[in-house]
């Protein structure tokens, strides 16, 4: 269990008796953890904890067995989700057939962008200028990994679920990841960010929740 903050505002994120099972079989739970803004919760545990089940369930793409979650005080229904959370999972999430720069202006038409933040700039803080016209199914999975943070950096959601971000980069990109952490944070964003291990972990305000796997 992760303890609050000590904090007289909202969280932006709390959890209360959080459970998931699959085919009977339980997967995480029941978990207690707040996360307040400008801080990150580091989610850690080995291969089957239930990382990526708790990402999916907090961004709504799976529905909890037990427990409620609320985002700013406000129980987190699904148009509430959608316009605090911003959600990197393991796949890019990216329209195959557009280019690097069609992708994210496609994605902003959808959701929104971050005040006085544009594509193009955003392409070029992550490494990717020069790749506008890029397919997005002609890009290595670096650059993949890359242009789905710059659609993260785009998001005005407050709230950043991410899901092993390290994956597939290079100190280069490890360290783009812990910057874009910080300066999200900064600003009064949050971010839960699952990993394996502590061996890349942003350098913010962080607390741990340690998920076991269940037998």
């Not at 904090?7 to 932006?12: I, N």
């Not at 242009?147 to 290079?170: G, H, I, Q, T, V």
């Not at 812990?178 to 944070?185: D, E, F, K, P």
Request: aromatic share 4%; hydrophobic share 45%; net charge neutral.
């Amino acid at each position: 269990m992760s303890l609050p903050p000590e904090s007289s505002q909202l969280p932006l994120l709390s959890a209360r008796g959080l459970a998931f099972t699959r085919n009977d079989e339980p997967v995480f739970g029941p978990l207690d953890f707040v996360v307040a803004a400008g801080e990150a919760l580091l989610v850690q545990g080995g291969n089957g904890a239930g990382k990526t089940t708790l990402l999916r369930v907090l961004a709504g793409l799976l529905r909890a067995d037990a427990g409620e979650v609320e985002i700013d005080g406000r129980k987190a229904r699904p148009d509430l989700r959608a316009r605090a959370i911003a959600y990197l999972g393991h796949l890019p999430a990216l329209k195959a057939d557009l280019g690097a720069l069609e992708n994210l202006e496609f994605l902003c038409g959808l959701h929104g962008r971050r005040a006085r933040q544009l594509p193009g700039d955003a392409m070029g803080m992550v490494g990717l200028s020069g790749h506008e016209d890029t397919l997005a199914r002609q890009l290595s999975a670096g650059q993949k990994k890359r242009l789905s943070l710059a659609r993260l950096w785009l998001s005005p959601a407050p709230l950043w679920l991410l899901d092993e971000p390290y994956a597939n980069l290079d100190l280069d990109g490890i360290n783009l990841v812990n910057r874009m952490i910080s300066a999200h944070l900064r600003e009064g964003g949050a971010a839960l960010v699952t990993t394996h291990g502590a061996y890349a972990a942003p350098p913010v305000q962080t607390r741990m929740l340690v998920l076991e796997r269940q037998v």
